[in-house]
């Protein structure tokens, strides 16, 4: 894939997310920037979502650790250390943060 087509990927991943964050009822606040998606949550933690264009990966940085995402062949966003997929691991990972609900599909 070549950096053109991956920035418009990631954009419209970020953009996805971001509707999905507007759509639920969580207390929370985010800034899209360039690329950089960061979530604050009413507790004052903060969780960074960003495209990593060199290795294009998606970078999720949150309380519990990082994590780095790479797109399969089936147009899957997967984590390279225990497999788990984008949209599953930041669905829990912003419920467990907010203390409220929250899904949300990659791809």
Same mark, same amino acid.
């Given at each position: 894939m070549t950096e053109s087509e991956? #920035? &418009? *990927?990631?954009?419209? +991943?970020?953009?996805?997310l971001q509707a999905?964050?507007?759509d639920s009822? #969580? &207390? *929370?606040?985010?800034? +899209?920037?360039?690329?950089?998606?960061?979530i604050e949550f009413d507790s004052g933690e903060k969780m960074i979502i960003n495209r990593h264009a060199p290795n294009q990966e998606m970078w999720v940085a949150a309380k519990s650790g990082g994590f780095h995402f790479k797109l399969?062949?089936?147009g899957?966003?997967?984590?390279a250390r225990d497999g788990g997929e984008l949209g599953a691991t930041l669905s829990a990972l912003i419920a467990r943060s907010s203390g409220g609900a929250f899904s949300w599909q990659a791809g």
């Open positions: 991956f #920035l &418009d *990927l990631t954009d419209a +991943l970020l953009y996805s999905a964050l507007d009822a #969580l &207390d *929370l606040d985010y800034e +899209l920037n360039g690329g950089v998606l960061e399969t062949p089936q899957t966003w997967i984590n």
